[in-house]
C-alpha cells in the first residue's frame, strides 16, 4: 500500500493533445437573480484529471449538475464526442458515459448498499446479485477500495457511502468520471489514495473532473487545473505548463487566480502558542472505560479513557468510521453507554439527557450541519435559538417575543460574522461555512464549558477554513475545554494542545502536540490501520 | 346470546368478513405502491368511487361482471390521473389534491347517481361462485373463503405477487429508493416521476377495482358515498404494514370482520343497534393507530415532491 499512496504524479505526459471527450462552450446557468455559470469553456480530454479548483460558490457545483444531467445549461453548447449532445437527464449522461461522484452522497440511507448499487437495472429482473458480488470484488482488489455490500446505507459513515459512490461510478461503462469534492470527507491517507485511484483511472484512458478547493490537491493530482470563481473561469493552466512551473510559483499563480484580495500565506492554518495545560488540577471531564456498540456492523466504540481540563483543545484524529463520532455522541448525550462512566466537573452524567448536559455547559457541534444541526426550513433567527425554544426571556409565558429574538439574531449575525441576506432567510439557503458560523454562535451561547467540534472544517473554503480555526482558537483561549474531531491532520496539528488517536474504535495513543507530533500521530493512524488490514 | 360461536354465525362473519374485506385489501395494496414510491394518495376515496360507478354502471348495461371490473379499474386509474399530473409531475400538494378528487368525486358519483338511477334503483344479480372442490366443503373457512366468485381468488392471488414484486425484482428497489431518496434513484438514470407515475395509476386501478366490487359483487347495487371510508381505511392499513403486502392482507381481513358483524349479528340473533356496529371499524381504528402506530415506518419523502436539482 505504502507503494501506491506514495506514487508520484508521472509528470512527463508523452502524447500529444487527444481530441477533448467532452467539451463545454460558452456555459451559462443562472438562478433567479443569481449567475452561477458564465460563458464557461472546457475540455475534458480521456487520459486527464482536469481539476475545477474554486471557492465555495464559484460555480464547480453547478458545473458538475449540467454535466450530469440534473440540470441544463441557459446558454452554450455541451460537446460529446465532437457533437453538441443536449443531457436532459441523469440516465442520458449514464449513457454518454459520465458518472459522478457527488459531495452530498446520492444513496438512497434505507436500501443496502448491494440494493444502491443495482438500482439501475431492468425493472423486471431479479437483482442481479451473484454477478454484483464479482463485479465489486474486482473493483476492490483492482482499486483498493472495500465496503460491506450488506450494510444499510444510512448506517455508514459519511465517507464510506462516497466509497460506495465511487464503486457505483465504476460499476458503469464510465469514460468520464467527476468527483465533487470527494476529499473534502477523507483522512490524509484517503486523499492520498483517491489520488493514486484517479491515477490508475486515466491510465486506463477515462477521463477525470476533479473538484477540490485545496491547492495542494490541485497541483498534485491535477493534470490541467481550470480555476472558477464567482462562475467565470478565470484562468486555466495547461499540463505543459503546470509541469514547468516549479512548486511555489504554482502555487503562487493559482492562489492568485483563486483569491484576487488574499495574500498567499500558504496552508489556512492559525498558528497556535501551545500552553501546557495544567494537569494537575482536576480534569473538567473525564471518559472512564466507556463502551457503546456500534449500530449493525459499524464501528462502536470500546474502552475509552480520556480527560479534558478547562481551557485544553484535545484533537481526535483517526480515520473517517472509526468511531470519532460516537465519542462526541456520548459525550453530547445522543447515545446510552454499555458500561463506563462520564464525570463532567465533579458530577457523573451518564444518566443525564442531551438537555440536562447542554446545561451544565456540553456543547456539541455536529458535522452534520444541514439535518443535525440545523432546521433547513427555519430562519437564521429561529436556528440560533433552536437549544433555547420556550426559555426567558425569548419566550414568556408560552408566547414568542419575536422583537427579544430579533436584538439577539442581529447580535450574534454580526458577532460571527454569518453573511446572511437577513435574519429571517432560512437556514438552508446559505452556504456551509455561514451554516458552521451560525451554529457556533448558537452553541457558545449561554455558559458553554466544553465544545466538541466534529469536523468543523468540512465542505469549507479556504476563507471559512481560516476563521473557524480561528474561532475554535480562542474558545480554547477562553478557558472552555475544547474536544476537536477531525480528519484533517493539518487541522489538529494546528490547533490542539493534546492529541487522541482513534483506530477501530479504540484510542491508540494520547500524545502532547509537540514538534514530532506529527510523524507520532501519523504513525498511530496508519499503525492501526494495518492491525486491521 | 347462545347463537354466538355456533356455526352459521362464524360463517357469516367470516364469509362476510372477505366481502367486506376485499375493497379494503385492494385499496390498501394499491396505497402501498403509491406510499412506497412517496407519494401519500388521500385521493383513493374518490378513486374507488369513480370504479364503483364506472364498474357499476357497465356491468349494469352490458350484463358482463368482467367488463364492469375492467370498467371500474380504467374508472379508478382515470381519478389518479389528475394526482400524477398535478402532485407528481407538478409537485403541488399531495394532501390538498387528494381531499379535493375525494370530494369531487363523491359530488360527481351523487349526481350521476341521481340521474341515471335514482328511480329505477337497478340491482345486479348475485354474483355466481366458483366452489373450488374440496376446500370448500370444510366447515366454516370453506364457504367463506373457497367458494366464492373466481374475482376474490384473484385478489387473494396480488398479496403474493406484490410480495415477489417489492421483494424480488430491482422495480421493487426503484419504489423504495422513489420514497426513500428520490434523488438516489435519479442519478442511477431511473426517471423517479415515471416511477411515482406508474405506482399511482396503480393505485388508481386497485382502488376502481375496490371500488367496482363493493358495487357488483358486495351491494349489487351502487348508491352515492357507498364506499363509506373503505379508501382511508386502505391508506391506514398501508401505513401500517411497514411495506408489506402480507400485513395489508391481514389488517384488511381484521376491518372486514368488524364491517361484517352486523350481518353475522343479524344471524345469531343479536339485537345490537346498527349504529354502533357501523361505527365498529372506525373504532378499530383508533385503537389500531394507539396500540400499533408506533411501529409504523414511513418512507422518509413520503408526501415529499420530487424536483431535479434543487436541494
Not at chain 2, 386501478?205 to 349489487?220: E, I, K, Q, S, W
Request: overall charge neutral; charged content about 20%.
Amino acid at each position: 500500500m505504502p507503494a501506491d499512496t506514495l506514487m508520484a504524479k508521472p509528470h512527463a505526459r508523452p502524447q500529444p493533445l487527444a481530441a477533448p471527450l467532452v467539451a463545454l462552450r460558452g456555459i451559462g446557468k443562472r438562478f433567479a437573480n443569481v449567475v452561477a455559470n458564465e460563458s464557461i469553456d472546457l475540455e475534458l480530454r480521456a487520459g486527464e484529471v482536469h481539476v475545477l479548483l474554486g471557492e465555495n460558490g464559484a460555480g464547480k457545483s453547478t458545473l458538475v449538475a449540467l454535466l450530469s444531467g440534473l440540470l441544463q445549461p441557459d446558454a452554450g453548447q455541451i460537446i460529446v464526442d465532437g457533437s453538441p449532445m443536449r443531457i436532459l437527464s441523469p440516465g442520458a449522461a449514464l449513457a454518454l458515459g459520465i458518472g459522478t461522484v457527488f459531495q452530498h452522497v446520492m444513496l438512497s440511507p434505507a436500501l443496502t448498499v448491494a440494493e444502491n448499487l443495482l438500482l439501475g437495472q431492468g425493472w423486471w429482473r431479479r437483482p442481479a446479485r451473484a454477478a454484483l458480488d464479482q463485479a465489486v470484488g474486482a473493483i476492490a482488489r483492482d482499486f483498493g477500495l472495500n465496503v460491506d455490500l450488506d450494510a444499510v446505507t444510512g448506517e455508514l459513515s459519511l465517507g464510506e457511502q462516497q466509497q460506495v459512490e465511487i464503486i457505483r461510478g465504476l460499476l458503469r461503462q464510465t469514460r468520464l468520471l467527476i468527483f465533487d469534492e470527494s476529499t473534502s470527507m477523507l483522512t490524509p491517507q484517503g486523499i492520498e489514495e483517491l489520488g493514486a485511484l484517479m491515477r490508475r483511472l486515466v491510465e486506463r484512458g477515462l477521463a477525470i473532473v476533479f473538484i477540490t478547493h485545496k491547492l495542494d490537491e490541485a497541483r498534485r493530482f491535477g493534470d490541467r487545473i481550470t480555476v472558477l470563481r464567482l462562475g467565470r473561469k478565470v484562468g486555466e493552466i495547461s499540463s505543459e505548463r503546470l509541469e514547468a512551473l516549479d512548486d511555489a510559483s504554482a502555487h503562487q499563480e493559482i492562489v492568485s487566480l483563486m483569491f484576487e484580495t488574499i495574500k498567499a500565506t500558504g496552508e489556512a492554518v492559525v498558528g497556535k502558542e501551545r500552553k501546557r495545560v495544567a494537569m494537575s488540577g482536576k480534569p473538567l471531564l473525564e471518559l472512564r472505560d466507556i463502551t457503546v456498540t456500534g449500530q449493525s456492523g459499524s464501528t462502536g466504540i470500546e474502552a475509552i479513557s480520556l480527560s479534558v481540563w478547562p481551557g485544553e483543545v484535545l484533537g481526535i484524529a483517526g480515520i473517517d468510521g472509526n468511531g470519532q463520532k460516537l465519542i462526541a455522541e456520548a459525550i453530547a448525550g445522543q447515545r446510552r453507554l454499555d458500561s463506563g462512566k462520564i464525570t463532567f466537573g465533579g458530577i457523573a452524567i451518564d444518566n443525564l439527557d442531551v438537555g440536562a448536559r447542554r446545561k451544565l455547559g456540553i456543547r456539541y457541534l455536529t458535522d452534520d450541519r444541514l439535518s443535525e444541526g440545523s432546521v433547513a426550513a427555519f430562519a437564521v433567527s429561529a436556528n440560533l435559538l433552536l437549544k433555547e425554544i420556550g426559555k426567558e426571556p425569548f419566550w414568556s409565558r408560552g408566547f414568542t417575543r419575536t422583537a427579544v429574538i430579533d436584538v439577539h439574531a442581529n447580535a450574534q449575525v454580526k458577532e460571527f460574522d454569518v453573511r446572511t441576506p437577513s435574519i429571517r432567510t432560512p437556514i438552508g439557503k446559505l452556504s456551509g461555512g455561514n451554516i458552521q458560523k451560525a451554529l457556533l454562535a448558537r452553541e457558545l451561547f449561554g455558559d458553554a464549558r466544553l465544545v466538541i467540534f466534529s469536523k468543523p472544517t468540512y465542505g469549507l473554503d479556504y476563507n471559512n477554513i481560516v476563521t473557524s480555526r480561528r474561532r475554535i482558537a480562542e474558545v480554547g483561549a477562553r478557558g472552555i475545554a475544547v474536544i476537536l474531531i477531525s480528519t484533517d491532520l493539518e487541522e489538529i496539528l494546528a490547533l490542539s494542545d493534546r492529541i487522541a488517536v482513534m483506530s477501530r474504535g479504540r484510542i491508540a495513543g494520547i500524545l502532547e502536540n509537540t514538534g514530532d507530533a506529527r510523524l507520532a500521530v501519523g504513525g498511530l493512524m496508519v499503525g492501526g490501520a494495518l492491525e486491521h488490514g | 346470546m347462545e347463537g354466538l360461536l355456533q356455526v352459521p354465525f362464524l360463517t357469516a362473519l367470516l364469509a362476510g368478513a372477505v366481502t367486506a374485506g376485499i375493497p379494503l385489501l385492494l385499496a390498501g395494496l394499491g396505497e402501498q405502491m403509491s406510499e412506497k414510491a412517496g407519494v401519500l394518495n388521500v385521493g383513493i376515496e374518490g378513486m374507488m368511487l369513480g370504479g364503483a360507478y364506472a364498474g357499476f354502471l357497465t356491468a349494469i348495461s352490458s350484463g358482463s361482471i368482467w367488463l364492469g371490473f375492467l370498467a371500474g379499474a380504467c374508472g379508478g386509474a382515470l381519478v389518479a390521473v389528475p394526482m400524477v399530473i398535478l402532485c407528481v409531475q407538478r409537485g403541488l400538494n399531495q394532501i390538498v389534491i387528494g381531499i379535493g378528487l375525494t370530494l369531487g368525486l363523491e359530488g360527481l358519483t351523487a349526481i350521476l347517481h341521481h340521474v341515471q338511477f335514482s328511480r329505477t334503483y337497478p340491482r345486479l344479480a348475485r354474483v355466481e361462485t366458483l366452489p373450488i372442490p374440496l376446500l370448500s366443503d370444510i366447515p366454516i373457512l370453506g364457504p367463506a373463503l373457497f367458494d366464492r366468485h373466481p374475482f376474490v381468488y384473484l385478489a387473494f392471488l396480488l398479496v403474493p405477487a406484490l410480495a415477489i414484486l417489492y421483494r424480488g425484482t430491482n422495480f421493487g428497489l426503484w419504489l423504495r429508493a422513489a420514497g426513500d431518496r428520490p434523488a438516489a434513484l435519479d442519478v442511477t438514470g431511473i426517471d423517479v416521476i415515471a416511477t411515482r407515475t406508474v405506482a399511482v395509476i396503480f393505485t388508481g386501478l386497485m382502488a376502481g377495482l375496490g371500488g367496482a366490487f363493493l358495487a357488483n359483487v358486495g351491494a349489487g347495487i351502487f348508491v352515492p358515498f357507498m364506499t363509506h371510508g373503505d379508501g382511508f381505511i386502505g391508506v391506514v392499513l398501508a401505513m401500517l404494514a411497514r411495506g408489506r403486502a402480507a400485513s395489508v392482507l391481514a389488517g384488511a381481513m381484521i376491518f372486514g370482520g368488524c364491517l361484517s358483524l352486523t350481518t353475522a349479528f343479524q344471524i345469531a340473533g343479536v339485537n345490537v343497534p346498527t349504529d354502533v356496529i357501523q361505527m365498529l371499524p372506525f373504532a378499530t381504528v383508533m385503537v389500531v393507530l394507539i396500540v400499533f402506530g408506533r411501529q409504523a415506518s414511513l418512507p422518509v419523502a413520503l408526501g415529499l415532491p420530487y424536483v431535479r436539482g434543487e436541494r
